[in-house]
C-alpha cells in the first residue's frame, strides 16, 4: 500500500505492503545616475537650474531636446513590484549599473532527472517492474531485506498510500512516470506457507480474505492520495494552465507594467481584461502601450508579480501562448528567481498580423539574459522554479542586435492563454495494473458461475473490484496520461506465451506476472498505450502450465502492435450504464 520518491540514475521505487520507496539602491553640480544609466545621458542638477524653474514632483527634466521623465512613474514601477523600497537594495542596484555586472545570486542549477516511480516495488509485478528498469534482479519483499534488495544506489523512502500525509509531494520532484502496482493483499484464510505458495498459485486454491487495509483504503482512497502527490510532477495532458480561462484571468497572475521608465526612457504599456477579445468571444488578457526611443529607451512590457510559491513546469517541455499578432516579434522571459534585477530566461517568437496563433517556446529554447546580453555561464534553466513571466516588445533583441520587427508608436497584443505543455506523441505518464473483471460484479445477465473467484467474491472481500474500478476512474479523470492495464489471473510462469489482448472486460484466463511487468515498461514508451484501457491473458489454458526452454527462448514481443489495435475509451462500464462501446 505505499509509494515514494527519487533518484537522478535509478527507478523510484515503493512497497505495496508496507511502504518503501525509492527515488528525488544640494549642492554644487551633483551628478546622479538612476537605475540602468549606462544607457542613457546621465540627468545634472544644478543651483542655477533649480532656481530658474520649479521641478514638479512628478518629473525631472532631461536633456534639451529630449521627453521629460516620469520619476514618480518610475517610483510606481518600482515598488508595484517590490513593496516599499529597501535602501540597500537601491545601493546594489546603482553599483551594479556602474559595473554592468549581472546580479550575485546565480539560479540554482537544476539537477538532470527522469525517474520512474514504481509503488509496490516490492510486489509480484512492481518488483519484477523495477528488475527491467534496472536489468538486475530483486529478490526480496520485506523492509528487513529491502536495502539489500534494491542495492546501494537507490534510495529509500518510507510511504503508504493509505496515509496522505506520508505522501508529501517534494518527495515526488522529478518523478517523470509511475508504474503502480500497488494493490490490497488477499490472502489464504487458514494461513499460507513461509514462501507464499498459496497465494501465488491463485485464490481458486484457497479461502481467501482481505490481509490489512481495505479495498477502499488501498485501491480508492490510495490511489486519491498517491495521485494527489504525483499529479505536479508527472503533468497533464492538456499541459498547465498558467493564465487563460475563466478564472484565471480574474486574478491568480497580477500583471504590472514594467517599461523603460526604469532606463530613464518615457514608453509606456498596461495590461487589460477585454471581455469579449478572444477568438471565441471569451475574455482574454490584452498588452498594450506606446513604444519610443526618446531617452535612449526603446521597451515596453508586462510582468507579472512573483509567485506566492514557484510554479513547478519540470514535467512539461516549453511554454505556449495563444496570441492575436501584429507582424511584430516580441519576447517571452521566465524567471527562476524572486530577486527583481535578475537573468531571466528569454525567447523571442514572431507574431502574424492579425491572426490567432499558438506560440510553442521550448524551455531548451530558452537563453540565460541579463540587460539584453546573454550570460553564457548562467545555469541552465530550471523548470522546476519559475517564479514569475514577462512579455516584452523592444528595440533591442541580444548582445546589440536590433528588432527586425521594431516600430515606434502603439502597438496590441491580446492574448488569451499561456500554459505549459508537454511535447507531442505524448507517451503515458501513470500505468496502473488494474485486474480484469472490475466491472463484472454489478453486471446485468451475467452468469456469476462461470466467473473467477474475485467476481463471484467481490463483497466478501470487501467489494474489491468495486473499488478496483472506482480507483481506475479516478486515474481517467485525472487529466495525466494514462494506460491501464488488467490482467487476467496473474501466476509465477515465465514470460513468453503468445497473448490475447481484448476490450470490453469480457476475458478469463492467465497470465504471468512477468508479462505483466514488460507490458507496463512497454507501455511508458508508447504513444499508442495512452488513454487506453484492455484486458490481457495468455493463450494457455489454466489446466497447462507454460514452462521455457533456456536453450531456446520465445522471441521478444513487440506490445506496440497490440497497443496499436486497442480503442480509447473503451472500460467495460459500457455494460452497467446501458451505452455503446466505441469503435
Not at 509503488?119 to 534482479?137: E, H, M, P, W, Y
Request: aromatic content about 8%.
Amino acid at each position: 500500500m505505499s509509494c515514494c520518491a527519487a533518484s537522478s540514475s535509478s527507478p523510484v521505487l515503493a512497497n505495496p505492503r508496507g511502504g518503501f520507496a525509492a527515488s528525488c539602491s544640494t549642492r554644487r553640480n551633483h551628478r546622479v545616475i538612476f537605475l540602468g544609466s549606462r544607457q542613457f545621458s546621465p540627468i545634472i542638477y544644478s543651483p542655477a537650474r533649480r532656481a530658474s524653474s520649479r521641478l514638479s514632483r512628478r518629473e525631472v527634466i532631461a536633456f534639451a531636446g529630449q521627453q521629460s521623465w516620469d520619476i514618480g512613474r518610475f517610483v510606481r514601477t518600482l515598488y508595484f513590484f517590490n513593496g516599499p523600497p529597501n535602501p540597500l537594495k537601491i545601493v546594489e542596484s546603482i553599483l551594479s549599473s556602474f559595473t554592468g555586472s549581472a546580479p550575485g545570486e546565480v539560479p540554482k542549477k537544476m539537477e538532470s532527472s527522469d525517474v520512474v516511480l514504481v509503488t509496490g516495488a516490492t510486489g509480484g509485478v512492481g518488483r519484477r517492474v523495477v528488475d527491467i528498469l534496472r536489468n538486475k534482479g530483486i529478490p526480496a519483499r520485506n523492509e528487513e531485506k529491502a536495502r539489500s534488495m534494491l542495492g546501494p544506489d537507490v534510495d529509500l523512502i518510507i510511504g503508504d498510500v493509505t496515509k496522505e500525509n506520508s505522501l508529501d509531494p517534494k518527495y515526488f520532484k522529478g518523478i517523470k512516470k509511475v508504474v503502480n502496482a500497488v494493490s490490497v493483499i488477499v490472502g489464504p484464510k487458514e494461513g499460507d506457507t513461509p514462501d507464499r505458495q498459496k497465494y501465488k498459485q491463485g485464490i481458486k486454491f484457497f479461502e481467501p480474505e482481505i490481509k490489512g487495509p481495505s479495498p477502499e483504503m488501498v485501491e480508492y482512497l490510495g490511489m486519491q492520495n498517491l495521485i494527489n502527490a504525483v499529479k505536479n510532477s508527472v503533468g497533464l495532458t492538456e499541459g498547465k494552465l498558467l493564465f487563460g480561462g475563466t478564472g484565471n484571468l480574474s486574478g491568480k497572475i497580477v500583471w504590472g507594467a514594467l517599461d523603460d521608465v526604469v532606463m530613464g526612457g518615457v514608453s509606456e504599456s498596461t495590461f487589460q481584461i477585454q471581455p469579449t477579445g478572444s477568438e471565441t468571444d471569451g475574455p482574454t488578457g490584452l498588452f498594450k502601450g506606446t513604444v519610443s526611443t526618446s531617452n535612449n529607451g526603446g521597451f515596453t512590457s508586462i510582468r507579472t508579480k512573483n509567485f506566492t510559491v514557484p510554479e513547478d513546469l519540470s514535467a512539461y517541455d516549453g511554454i505556449e501562448l495563444r496570441v492575436k499578432g501584429d507582424g511584430r516579434r516580441y519576447k517571452l522571459i521566465v524567471r527562476t528567481s524572486f530577486e527583481w534585477d535578475t537573468v531571466g530566461y528569454i525567447a523571442s517568437f514572431d507574431t502574424t498580423k492579425g491572426e490567432w496563433q499558438s506560440v510553442k517556446l521550448p524551455f531548451s529554447s530558452l537563453n540565460p539574459v541579463f540587460r539584453a546580453r546573454t550570460m553564457p555561464d548562467a545555469a541552465p534553466f530550471d523548470a522546476s522554479n519559475v517564479t514569475s513571466l514577462q512579455l516584452m516588445f523592444s528595440k533591442f533583441e541580444y548582445d546589440g542586435k536590433l528588432n527586425p520587427t521594431f516600430t515606434e508608436g502603439p502597438f496590441e497584443l491580446p492574448f488569451s492563454s499561456i500554459r505549459a505543455y508537454i511535447n507531442e506523441p505524448i507517451t503515458p505518464r501513470f500505468v496502473h495494473v488494474s485486474s480484469a473483471g472490475v466491472t463484472r460484479p454489478e453486471r446485468p445477465g451475467l452468469d456469476l458461475s462461470k466467473q473467477p473467484p474475485a467476481v463471484r467474491m467481490n463483497k466478501e472481500l470487501g467489494s474489491i473490484l468495486t473499488y478496483k474500478l472506482k480507483g481506475e476512474d479516478l486515474i481517467r479523470e485525472s487529466g495525466i496520461p494514462y494506460t491501464i492495464v488488467r490482467p487476467c489471473a496473474l501466476t509465477e510462469e515465465p514470460a513468453g506465451a503468445d497473448l490475447i489482448f481484448d476490450q470490453g472486460d469480457n476475458i478469463t484466463g492467465k497470465i504471468s506476472r512477468e508479462e505483466i511487468a514488460f507490458i507496463c515498461v512497454a507501455a511508458l514508451a508508447s504513444p499508442n498505450a495512452v488513454e487506453k484501457t484492455f484486458e490481457v491473458k495468455s493463450t494457455v489454458p489454466f489446466s497447462e502450465p507454460f514452462v521455457v526452454d533456456p536453450s531456446n527462448p520465445p522471441p521478444e514481443k513487440d506490445y506496440d502492435v497490440y497497443f496499436k489495435e486497442l480503442k480509447a475509451g473503451i472500460t467495460g462500464k459500457e455494460a452497467l450504464e446501458g451505452t455503446p462501446a466505441q469503435v
